[in-house]
């Protein structure tokens, strides 16, 4: 806000230029996830578990298939057999809590971990070439603009979703 109470031009134009950098970096990182998911045979979907999958394991909080129904938006049963396919080509693994053997939880199989490291191996490097050019106080606040603007868009989407 200016001193009349008016947004300030400049401010309007950089949330425009960051909204059209995130919709382009959302349309490229959809190419790149369905040329990942194609060259290996997985569907958007299966593709979604396994991201989820891996980042609930590198958290140390791995998740059931009920959790990963949810974050995917499906049945459990749809669930169940999204995982069922996954782990037939060892992409995940079910294995029992060991603090609670009655749940079982779905980690990031080998399978996956080494497609993964091959494809997006790549990737990684070309990130760091671009963070290189940040300093580190810039690309906090990166993280921090992107933590704050992920679970936004995922309320959302879950907001839109509710309307069907």
């Known amino acids: 806000m200016n001193a009349k109470g008016g947004r300030m031009p400049e401010r309007d134009q950089t949330a425009r230029e960051i ?3 995130l919709q382009l970096l959302s349309t ?3 190419r790149v996830a369905q040329v990942f998911a194609g060259r290996h045979g997985l569907s958007s979907t299966d593709l ?3 991201l989820h999958v891996m980042q609930a394991d590198a958290e ?3 998740l059931t298939s009920g959790r990963l129904g949810e974050k995917l938006g499906v049945t459990s049963g ?3 057999g ?3 396919r996954l782990e037939r080509v060892g992409h995940v693994a079910r294995r029992r809590d060991e603090r609670d053997r009655r749940r079982v939880l779905v980690h990031y199989g080998e399978a996956a971990e ?3 490291r091959e494809y997006f191996g790549p990737l990684k490097a070309t990130s760091d070439e671009v963070m290189a050019e940040f300093d580190d106080r810039e690309l906090e606040v990166v993280a921090r603009f992107l933590a704050a603007m992920v679970p936004a868009l995922a309320q959302h989407a879950e907001r839109e979703a509710a309307k069907d």
Do not use: C, K, M, N
């Open 19 to 21: 909204i059209r950098e």
């Open 28 to 30: 490229v990182s959809q």
């Open 48 to 50: 979604e578990a396994l």
């Open 60 to 62: 140390g909080a791995p």
């Open 78 to 80: 749809a669930a169940t």
């Open 82 to 84: 999204l995982i069922d």
């Open 114 to 116: 080494r497609v993964a």
